[in-house]
């Protein structure tokens, strides 16, 4: 299963773009990289998914370098509400470690005003 | 996610008595997973069904067991609970016709065992 190292926690403040990087050196070929929000007692919540280069949506922005050993979850000009764990995962379909996602202990993201 | 539902949300129980969690989903997923999760730290994968004839152990199935009664439902149960195993439970589904299995959680169900 691949392992996923990222900060335990980090400080923002409002209108500040946040950028969270993932190690995961031993990423197999067929997992893709998906980052997950979780607000205090609510499930965690599907954000962003890539598998190379770059991927944005309505919320972030997911940088993926050729070789693959890490990402960059790029919150811009993030708010109060974005205070939150944020997981990184690896894994998918396919891939050796197909329904067993590792959640790992996430960065803590704490925005200040 | 609204298409993801618990059952209870919160549930209070002495130890040794048999609890069941139940989650029901709209999305027409197949696959389905329980993860508890305790103050602090992520969550840990318990039980997950990939259609209703497949059922896998997880991390930490050891004290619980499932039941995949319909494509849509997948209950968990706690045998005989135990004080430990206090915690946060979360059903998930997703989509086996995607390559990139992303899961759409419940709200959760909190669950103290005395």
């Known amino acids: 299963l691949a392992k996923t190292t990222q900060p335990i926690s980090m400080d923002s403040y409002e209108g500040q773009e946040v950028n969270i990087t993932c190690s995961h050196n031993n990423i197999a070929t067929n997992d893709y990289i998906t980052w997950y929000q979780q607000f205090p007692s609510q499930g965690p919540r599907f954000i962003i998914q890539g598998y190379k280069t770059k991927v944005t949506n309505e919320v972030a922005s997911l940088f993926i370098p050729a070789d693959r050993k890490s990402s960059t979850l790029s919150l811009p000009r993030v708010s109060l509400s974005d205070t939150a764990v944020y997981y990184c995962l690896v894994g998918g379909y396919g891939s050796s470690n197909t329904g067993k996602l590792i959640f790992g202990q996430g960065t803590t993201l704490q925005v200040k005003p | 996610d609204a298409d993801v539902t618990q059952t209870p949300r919160n549930r209070i129980t002495k130890t040794g008595k048999r609890i069941m969690l139940e989650c029901s989903q709209t999305?027409?997923?197949?696959?389905m997973y329980w993860y508890r999760q305790d103050p602090g730290l992520g969550l840990r994968l318990i039980y997950y069904?990939?259609?209703?004839?497949?059922?896998n152990k997880g991390e930490i199935s050891d004290g619980y067991s499932v039941s995949r009664q319909a494509q849509a439902k997948f209950s968990l149960s706690l045998e005989s609970a135990i004080p430990n195993q206090t915690a946060l439970y979360f059903c998930?589904?997703?989509?086996?016709?995607?390559?990139?299995?992303?899961?759409?959680f419940g709200p959760g169900t909190r669950l103290t065992v005395l």
């Open positions: 999305k027409g997923h197949d696959r």
């Open positions: 998930a589904t997703s989509d086996r016709g995607t390559n990139s299995d992303t899961q759409y």
């Open positions: 069904s990939f259609d209703v004839k497949d059922i």
